[in-house]
C-alpha cells in the first residue's frame, strides 16, 4: 500500500523560536511570515520539492495551530500526494503512556514508524529556522558516492564568528574527524547548517541506541553525531555554498528580509527555476498611488500605496497613507499606517494599525535596535515606540496606562 | 447549491481580434494579473457553484493551461468540479458541416452534458463582462419568481453608437420581459436596461428549447428562443448594480483597463469584496522588486515585477522587468514584458513575451493603443 520512497525528508518545527519574542508568541517559529509573500517553512518545503523529495514529515509542538493552517494539505508545494506528500506529526499518545517531544533525536525517535513505512534508503533532517535555496538530490547523490552513514551539511563562514556554531573539522576527503559544539578557538570554519542525510539502518540504530541512554538530551549535534564518531562511523561533510542565514532572532530576521533588497539583492527570490512555493490569499496586485514614493522595497498583493516606502518589506494587505513614511521596516500582512506616520528600523506584526502621526522606532547611532509591534496593537495617534522597544497587546495598554498614570 | 455553470470562451473573440490571435476571449489578460474568465468562474464559484463547464470552439490551449485542474478555484472535485468541452463531431450543430457559430448551437452541440447535469438550474455566462456579481441571490430571485429564464441586466445611458452593440430589454413592473431589441440600429430611449450575458435558466426549459430548436432549425438564442416566448414563458429581468465593463473592441479594453487605475471605486467595487475575491491561476511569483531608481506612481503591479525605471499611470502583469532610465506610461504591459534600459513607451498594450531592446520608443494613442503581439522583439 506504501510506495517504496528512496528519502524521506522530516523538519523539525516544533520549536518556540523564543528569540522571536512576540513574533511567535502565537506562533511556531517555521510559521513567521518571512519575504513578502512567505513563511519560514515555505523554504525547507520548497527545497524538498525541488530536490524530488515528494514525502515529508512535519514535527509539530508548539502552537501547532496556524502552522497546521498553513501546511493544509500541501496544494502549494505540489506535496498533495496519494502516495507520500505533507505530513503534520504531532505528539502522539501511545501505549506505554504520552509524552512530549524531548529534543530533536527523540522527536525523530517517535516517528520512526511513520520512516519506515515508506522503507525508504535515507532519511533527510531539517530544521525550520533558515532561509536558503538547497539542491538535496546533490546532498544525496554526495552520500551515495561516498557510502557515508551520515552526511552533513556546512557551509564556510567567517572565522571570528565560527564559535557561534557547531563546528565539522574534516581529513581532506571531507570525512568528520571531529564535531565541537560552539567551540572558543575554532580549528575550521565549517558551521553545520543542521541538515543531516543518514542512511537509514544508522539512524535507527543511533536513535534507539540513544533513547536507552539515560541523562541523554536526545538532541543531534549532541548526541547522535558525537556517538556516531565515536563509534567511526563514516561521517562526510558536504559544503554548500550560496545564501543560508539564521532567522532566530529579531535582528537576524530584519537583516534576512533587508538582504532581499537592492539593485542585486544578497538573496534573490525571483529564481524562476528554483521557485520558493507559498500558499497565497488571492488578492487583486498592489496599487501605486499617485504622489507616492517607493524606492528599493519588496512589495507584494493587496497593497494599496500613497505614501513613501524606501528599504522596506511590505507583506499583503498593507495600506500606506498618503503622507505616511516606512522607511527600513518590515510590515506584515493587513497592516495600516496611517497619514503623517513613520515607521523605521522595525518590524510590524500583522494586523497592525499605526495612528496618525505616530513614530514607531528610530535610527540609532551605534548598533541599530529594532522595535517590534505585535499582532493585533493600535499604536494610537502621536504616540512614539523608541528603538529596540516590543510590545504586544497587553504589554502596549500597559505602556499607555502608565503613561496616563504618571 | 442547485445550479450549474456554462461559460462561453469563444463567443465575442472578434472584439479584440489583436488580442485572440492565438487564445479565447476568456483567457485574455486583464487587470494586472487576472484572465477574463476568472470573472464568471470566481462569480458562480463565489456562488456556491461547483459544477462548471466551459465551452470552447478553437485556440483554446491557453484557456487550458490556465484553468489547469481547477484547483485554484477551488474545482478540482472528485464531483462535479470544472471540465472544458472542446467541440466534438456533433459540434456541427447547424448541420451545415460548419462549427458552431451562436451561442444556441453551441448549447445544442453540449445538449448531452446538460442533460446529464443533476441540478435544477443552469446559469450562462460570457467572458466579455467584467463584474462582480453575487449569482446566488440571482438565482434565488430566479427561484422565487418561478420563471423558466432570469436575465441579468445592466441599466446604462443609451447613445446612437452603443445602441446597436447591444441587446436592449424591455420589461414590465414586475420585472417580466416584454420585449427584446436585439442589436437595434435606432433606439428612442435615453436609458435602458442591457443584457449582460449572464443568465439563469431551469434546466427543463433550456433542454425543451434545444430540442425545439433543432426541431425547427433555430440558431439564435435571444431571437428565436426568448423572443418567441414572451408571453407564452415567464422570463425575467434581475437588475445589476454593481460596476460593469463590456469589452467590445481594443479601445474599450484599454480604457476599461485605464479605469482600474482611475477609479479606485471600480477597483474596490470589483476586487475589494472578502466573500466574493476573484480567484486565479496562482503563479508563485516573488514579490514586485522596486530598485533604488525606481520611480512609480498611479499604478498596478502584480508580483514578480522587477522595476527600475519610471512606471506612471500603467498595469503592469507578473514578471515584467522595467529596466534603468526607461520610462513607461499609460501602457499595459502583459506577462513577462521584457523592458530594456532607456525604453520610452506610452499607451501601448505589450502581448506576453514581447522584448523592448534598449533605446526603442514607441507610442500609441488613448483612442488607437499600439498592440505588440505576443512574443515580438523590437
Known amino acids: 500500500m506504501f510506495k517504496r520512497k528512496e528519502c524521506v525528508a522530516m523538519l523539525l518545527a516544533g520549536g518556540q523560536g523564543s528569540r522571536l519574542y512576540t513574533l511567535t508568541e502565537k506562533t511556531a517559529k517555521p510559521a513567521v511570515p518571512f519575504g513578502g509573500k512567505y513563511r519560514i517553512i515555505d523554504f525547507p518545503l520548497s527545497n524538498c520539492i525541488n530536490s524530488g523529495i515528494d514525502t515529508v514529515g512535519v514535527l509539530?509542538?508548539?502552537?501547532?495551530?496556524?502552522?497546521?493552517?498553513?501546511?493544509?494539505?500541501?496544494?502549494?508545494?505540489?506535496?498533495?500526494?496519494?502516495?507520500?506528500?505533507?505530513?503534520?506529526l504531532p505528539p502522539y499518545q501511545g501505549k506505554d503512556g504520552a509524552a512530549w517531544y524531548k529534543g530533536t533525536a527523540n522527536a525523530i525517535y517517535q516517528n520512526?514508524?511513520?520512516?519506515?513505512?515508506?522503507d525508504p534508503d535515507y532519511v533527510l533532517i531539517l530544521s525550520g529556522d533558515h532561509i536558503y535555496k538547497m539542491d538535496y538530490s546533490a546532498l544525496i547523490a554526495a552520500h551515495k558516492e561516498r557510502e557515508a552513514d551520515c552526511t552533513i551539511a556546512v557551509i564556510d563562514v567567517p572565522i571570528e564568528e565560527a564559535s557561534?556554531?557547531?563546528?565539522?573539522?574534516?581529513?581532506?576527503?571531507?570525512?568528520?574527524?571531529?564535531?565541537?559544539?560552539?567551540?572558543?578557538?575554532?580549528?575550521?570554519?565549517?558551521?553545520?547548517?543542521?541538515?543531516?542525510?543518514?542512511?537509514r539502518d544508522a539512524l535507527r540504530e543511533y536513535l534507539i541506541r540513544d533513547e536507552n541512554t539515560p541523562g541523554s538530551a536526545n538532541d543531534f549535534g549532541k548526541n547522535i553525531i558525537p556517538a556516531m564518531l565515536n563509534d567511526g562511523k563514516r561521517l562526510f561533510a558536504y559544503g554548500f555554498s550560496g545564501y543560508w542565514k539564521d532567522v532566530g532572532t529579531i535582528k537576524s530576521l530584519w537583516d534576512a528580509n533587508m538582504d532581499l533588497l537592492g539593485e542585486e539583492p544578497t538573496y534573490n527570490l525571483h529564481d524562476r527555476w528554483f521557485r520558493i512555493y507559498s500558499r497565497t490569499p488571492a488578492?487583486?496586485?498592489?496599487?501605486?498611488?499617485?504622489?507616492?514614493?517607493?524606492?528599493?522595497?519588496?512589495?507584494?498583493?493587496?497593497?494599496?500605496?500613497?505614501?513613501?516606502?524606501?528599504n522596506s518589506v511590505l507583506f499583503s494587505g498593507v495600506t500606506v497613507e498618503a503622507g505616511a513614511t516606512v522607511r527600513d521596516a518590515v510590515i506584515m500582512q493587513g497592516c495600516t499606517i496611517k497619514s503623517g506616520a513613520t515607521v523605521q528600523y522595525a518590524i510590524l506584526d500583522s494586523e497592525v494599525v499605526v495612528g496618525e502621526g505616530a513614530v514607531v522606532g528610530e535610527k540609532c547611532d551605534g548598533e541599530q535596535l529594532i522595535a517590534v509591534v505585535g499582532n493585533g496593537v493600535h499604536v494610537l495617534p502621536g504616540d512614539s515606540i523608541a528603538a529596540g522597544e516590543m510590545y504586544n497587546v497587553a504589554e502596549y495598554e500597559k505602556k499607555n496606562q502608565g503613561g496616563e498614570n504618571a | 447549491?442547485?445550479?450549474?455553470?456554462?461559460?462561453?470562451?469563444?463567443?465575442?473573440?472578434?472584439?479584440?481580434?489583436?488580442?485572440?490571435?492565438?487564445?479565447?476571449?476568456?483567457?485574455?489578460?486583464?487587470?494586472?494579473?487576472?484572465?477574463?474568465v476568472d470573472f464568471p468562474l470566481s462569480n458562480m464559484v463565489n456562488s456556491g457553484i461547483t459544477d462548471i463547464s466551459i465551452i470552447t470552439h478553437y485556440n483554446y490551449l491557453s484557456l487550458m493551461e490556465h484553468i489547469g485542474s481547477g484547483k485554484d478555484w477551488d474545482l478540482a472535485r472528485r464531483s462535479g468540479g470544472v471540465r472544458i468541452l472542446a467541440p466534438y463531431i456533433t459540434a456541427y450543430a447547424n448541420y451545415k458541416n460548419e462549427l458552431y457559430n451562436t451561442r444556441l448551437e453551441a448549447l445544442m452541440s453540449?445538449?448531452?452534458?446538460?442533460?446529464?447535469?443533476?441540478?435544477?438550474?443552469?446559469?450562462?455566462?460570457?467572458?466579455?463582462?467584467?463584474?462582480?456579481?453575487?449569482?446566488?441571490d440571482m438565482i434565488r430571485a430566479h427561484e422565487e419568481s418561478g420563471a423558466v429564464l432570469t436575465m441579468a441586466v445592466k441599466r446604462i445611458p443609451i447613445t446612437p453608437t452603443n445602441a446597436e452593440k447591444n441587446i436592449i430589454v424591455s420589461s414590465d413592473e414586475n420585472g417580466e420581459i416584454t420585449d427584446l431589441a436585439v442589436h437595434p440600429t435606432f433606439y428612442d430611449k435615453a436609458v435602458a436596461d442591457v443584457n449582460i450575458n449572464v443568465w439563469v435558466i431551469s434546466r427543463s426549459f433550456l433542454l425543451g428549447a434545444l430540442v425545439n430548436a433543432q426541431a425547427h432549425g433555430y440558431t439564435s438564442f435571444s431571437q428565436d428562443i426568448i423572443r418567441r416566448s414572451i408571453g407564452r414563458e415567464k422570463m425575467r429581468i434581475y437588475r445589476f448594480e454593481g460596476y460593469y465593463a463590456n469589452i467590445d473592441s481594443i479601445t474599450d479594453y484599454y480604457n476599461y483597463s485605464m479605469e482600474l487605475i482611475r477609479n479606485s471605486t471600480v477597483r474596490h467595487d470589483l476586487f475589494d469584496n472578502a466573500k466574493r475575491p476573484i480567484l486565479t491561476k496562482v503563479r508563485n511569483s516573488a514579490p514586485a522588486q522596486y530598485t533604488g531608481s525606481a520611480k512609480v506612481s498611479n499604478s498596478l503591479v502584480a508580483d514578480g515585477c522587477i522595476i527600475e525605471g519610471t512606471v506612471e499611470n500603467s498595469i503592469l502583469f507578473r514578471g515584467v522587468k522595467v529596466?534603468?532610465?526607461?520610462?513607461?506610461?499609460?501602457?499595459?504591459?502583459?506577462?513577462?514584458?521584457?523592458?530594456?534600459?532607456?525604453?520610452?513607451?506610452?499607451?501601448?498594450?505589450?502581448?506576453?513575451?514581447?522584448?523592448?531592446?534598449?533605446?526603442?520608443?514607441?507610442?500609441?494613442?488613448?483612442?488607437?493603443?499600439?498592440c505588440v503581439e505576443k512574443g515580438r522583439s523590437l
Not at chain 1, 170 to 192: L, M, V, W
Not at chain 2, 338 to 359: M, P, R, T, W
Open chain 1, 164 to 199: 557561534r556554531f557547531g563546528i565539522m573539522n574534516t581529513d581532506a576527503d571531507g570525512r568528520i574527524i571531529e564535531f565541537e559544539e560552539k567551540p572558543k578557538n575554532p580549528k575550521s570554519t565549517n558551521a553545520s547548517m543542521g541538515i543531516y542525510l543518514f542512511s
Open chain 2, 323 to 370: 529596466g534603468k532610465g526607461s520610462v513607461v506610461r499609460n501602457s499595459i504591459l502583459f506577462m513577462d514584458t521584457y523592458v530594456g534600459e532607456n525604453v520610452s513607451l506610452n499607451c501601448v498594450i505589450a502581448d506576453k513575451y514581447v522584448l523592448f531592446h534598449d533605446d526603442v520608443t514607441l507610442s500609441g494613442h488613448p483612442e488607437l493603443p499600439f
Open chain 2, 1 to 36: 447549491m442547485n445550479a450549474a455553470g456554462i461559460i462561453f470562451s469563444n463567443i465575442h473573440d472578434k472584439n479584440i481580434a489583436d488580442l485572440t490571435k492565438k487564445r479565447t476571449m476568456a483567457s485574455v489578460p486583464f487587470g494586472c494579473r487576472y484572465r477574463l
Open chain 1, 112 to 118: 520512526l514508524t511513520f520512516i519506515e513505512r515508506y
Open chain 1, 283 to 310: 488578492l487583486p496586485p498592489h496599487f501605486i498611488g499617485e504622489g507616492s514614493s517607493v524606492h528599493n522595497a519588496v512589495i507584494t498583493e493587496g497593497n494599496n500605496i500613497y505614501g513613501t516606502v524606501e
Open chain 2, 110 to 136: 453540449v445538449q448531452h452534458s446538460i442533460s446529464k447535469m443533476q441540478a435544477d438550474y443552469v446559469v450562462l455566462s460570457d467572458c466579455d463582462g467584467i463584474c462582480n456579481i453575487d449569482l446566488k
Open chain 1, 60 to 88: 509539530t509542538q508548539y502552537q501547532p495551530l496556524a502552522l497546521n493552517e498553513y501546511i493544509g494539505n500541501g496544494q502549494p508545494w505540489d506535496l498533495d500526494r496519494s502516495s507520500g506528500g505533507v505530513m503534520v
